[in-house]
């Protein structure tokens, strides 16, 4: 009796490959080697980066290549004083971008200079040097030009109320524009904000008052207040959390203002000013502030946190002891936000 034939198992191709998956191009000899890289949150435009020049008529990068290379371009010219920059820091200044949305911008290697695309974030710009830039009309990271609030001022501190997406110090920072708007160059941050926090933030005019002032702070003399929307439902009322942060001690005081079943409204004081501290003891305690993609959820199904564009976390209120009028309080406060106050109406608190 003869054995029937051995059976040929043949690999079957998926209906629709992905970029990793693509199909052998017919008429040609070259594997389609497509690979994808999604862009940061920050820039929040979708946008690929191609490494290949071939790709197969199924391959998604196709329609994502041609509207990359579809866009407006922008011709930028280095100048003297910016000679000294970093591309990554030549784009951030003329373009209003964040740090990290001109790395990005830099990372779909759309970028050149001179006509030569450049997609290292350190490369040496020189004076005279043709910068172009991709113009995406998307992109919601670019920090808009606005006139600084001003809350309190007197002669030796000035208070403003700070916009999100913008750097307390640095290139582009609300430091540098508050200095070009007021006319005074020894204007100088006496804390920080997150670059999507609002709020209350404090200014020196003059060194000996920055000096006096991070006195106050190292002292604990200084009390900062904050509002936030974290997720869930709130148990107490009144609460404290000192879990250590960076190895460092942490205090946060909280007071419950409203909650119900998706959601709660908190009232927060600080002791201590760690680097993202009530971030992080909200997070430890499972109530993570809405909008937060760093200690939050990296994905939400509910379409009311999806559509949350960065953390609710405001700073309402910064009271301070006058270093230099004895017996005299420097305090400002400072109203919610837009955004905040469109989030308590959402959820309903």
Same mark, same amino acid.
């Given at each position: 009796?003869?054995?029937?034939?051995?059976?040929r198992?043949?690999?079957?191709?998926?209906?629709?490959?992905?970029?990793?998956?693509?199909?052998?191009?017919?008429?040609?000899?070259?594997?389609?080697?497509?690979?994808?890289?999604?862009?940061?949150?920050?820039?929040?435009?979708?946008?690929?980066?191609?490494?290949?020049v071939?790709?197969?008529?199924?391959?998604?990068?196709?329609?994502?290549m041609?509207?990359?290379?579809?866009?407006?371009?922008?011709? *930028?010219? =280095?100048?003297?004083? %910016?000679?000294?920059?970093?591309?990554?820091?030549?784009? /951030?200044?003329? &373009? +209003?971008?964040?740090?990290?949305?001109?790395?990005?911008?830099?990372?779909?290697?759309?970028?050149?200079?001179n006509?030569?695309?450049?997609?290292?974030?350190?490369?040496?710009?020189?004076?005279?040097?043709?910068?172009?830039?991709?113009?995406?009309?998307?992109?919601?990271?670019?920090?808009?030009?606005?006139? *600084?609030? =001003?809350?309190?001022? %007197?002669?030796?501190?000035?208070?403003?109320?700070?916009? /999100?997406?913008? &750097? +307390?110090?640095?290139?582009?920072?609300?430091?540098?524009?508050?200095?070009?708007?007021?006319?005074?160059?020894?204007?100088?941050?006496?804390h920080?904000?997150?670059?999507?926090?609002?709020?209350?933030?404090?200014?020196?005019?003059?060194?000996?008052?920055?000096?006096?002032?991070?006195?106050?702070?190292?002292?604990?003399? =200084?009390?900062k207040?904050?509002?936030?929307?974290?997720?869930?439902?709130?148990?107490?009322?009144?609460?404290?959390?000192?879990?250590?942060?960076?190895?460092?001690?942490?205090?946060?005081?909280?007071?419950l203002?409203?909650?119900?079943?998706?959601?709660?409204?908190?009232?927060?004081?600080?002791?201590?000013?760690?680097?993202?501290?009530?971030?992080?003891?909200?997070?430890?305690?499972?109530?993570?502030i809405?909008?937060?993609?760093?200690y939050?959820?990296?994905?939400?199904?509910?379409?009311?946190?999806?559509?949350?564009?960065?953390?609710?976390?405001?700073?309402?209120?910064?009271?301070?002891?006058?270093?230099?009028?004895?017996?005299?309080?420097?305090?400002?406060?400072?109203?919610?936000?837009?955004?905040?106050?469109?989030?308590?109406?959402?959820?309903k608190?």
């Amino acid at each position: 009796m003869s054995r029937p034939p051995p059976v040929r198992w043949r690999r079957r191709s998926p209906a629709h490959p992905g970029p990793g998956r693509c199909r052998r191009p017919r008429g040609t000899g070259a594997r389609c080697r497509c690979k994808r890289r999604l862009i940061p949150r920050s820039v929040r435009a979708t946008v690929w980066r191609v490494s290949c020049v071939r790709l197969c008529r199924r391959c998604p990068l196709r329609s994502r290549m041609s509207e990359a290379l579809s866009h407006e371009q922008r011709d *930028l010219v =280095v100048s003297a004083p %910016d000679a000294a920059l970093t591309l990554q820091a030549f784009i /951030s200044k003329r &373009m +209003s971008l964040s740090r990290r949305a001109a790395k990005a911008l830099i990372d779909t290697r759309a970028v050149w200079v001179n006509r030569k695309r450049v997609w290292m974030a350190h490369h040496a710009l020189h004076s005279g040097d043709r910068v172009q830039v991709p113009v995406y009309a998307d992109t919601t990271n670019r920090v808009k030009v606005q006139k *600084l609030r =001003v809350l309190v001022s %007197d002669d030796d501190y000035l208070v403003i109320d700070k916009p /999100s997406g913008v &750097m +307390s110090v640095g290139e582009d920072s609300v430091e540098e524009r508050l200095r070009q708007q007021e006319g005074a160059p020894a204007l100088c941050a006496v804390h920080r904000l997150d670059r999507d926090t609002t709020g209350c933030l404090v200014f020196a005019r003059r060194p000996e008052a920055l000096a006096a002032a991070v006195s106050e702070f190292k002292k604990r003399h =200084v009390r900062k207040s904050y509002n936030a929307i974290v997720s869930g439902r709130y148990a107490q009322s009144r609460s404290t959390v000192s879990d250590d942060v960076d190895e460092a001690r942490a205090v946060t005081h909280i007071r419950l203002l409203a909650v119900n079943e998706d959601a709660s409204y908190l009232a927060l004081r600080i002791e201590t000013g760690r680097t993202h501290q009530i971030r992080k003891h909200l997070a430890a305690i499972r109530h993570p502030i809405l909008g937060d993609r760093e200690y939050g959820p990296k994905f939400a199904r509910d379409p009311r946190i999806v559509a949350i564009p960065r953390q609710m976390l405001h700073a309402t209120e910064v009271e301070m002891p006058h270093p230099f009028k004895k017996g005299e309080t420097f305090r400002a406060h400072s109203p919610l936000p837009a955004d905040f106050r469109r989030c308590l109406r959402t959820f309903k608190l």
